[in-house]
């Protein structure tokens, strides 16, 4: 069973920075892909950044392109978000998933197990 437990949400400016982490337990080779996605009040969750655990190719929502930044750290077991340039639209509450098909990364339904979730407010 894989676990999955997020940490680093908080309260920044808008133009700040935060990085998110994920601490990945019982991860099996039949998900291979690591996703952040988020969820505003009222919204439907939606993708953020994907990553490949072996190739480490990356995926990016449009919106997140060049002020996101996914990656791992395999020694640690651990995902991480590195937001950078933090908008007030980027408020969400953030979950780490993980998943099986790179094809279909930016998939709600290609993840199977899902974090608890971490909390991100951006002030204008």
């Known amino acids: 069973q894989v676990q999955l437990v997020e940490s680093g949400g908080g309260l920044v400016q808008a133009g700040g920075s935060l990085r998110l982490s994920c601490l990945v337990s019982g991860w099996t080779f039949s998900t291979p892909v690591m996703g952040w996605f988020r969820q505003a009040p009222g919204k439907e969750r939606e993708f953020v950044a994907a990553i490949n655990w072996f190739t480490v190719r990356t995926n990016y929502a449009d919106s997140v392109k060049g002020r996101f930044t996914i990656s791992r750290d395999n020694a640690k077991n651990t995902l991480y978000l590195q937001m950078n340039s933090l908008k007030p639209e980027d408020t969400a509450v953030y979950y780490c998933?993980?998943?099986?098909?790179?094809?279909?990364?930016?998939?709600?339904?290609?993840?199977?197990?899902w974090g608890q979730g971490t909390q991100v407010t951006v002030s204008s």
């Open positions: 998933a993980a998943g099986r098909s790179w094809s279909n990364s930016a998939r709600v339904d290609n993840y199977d197990y």
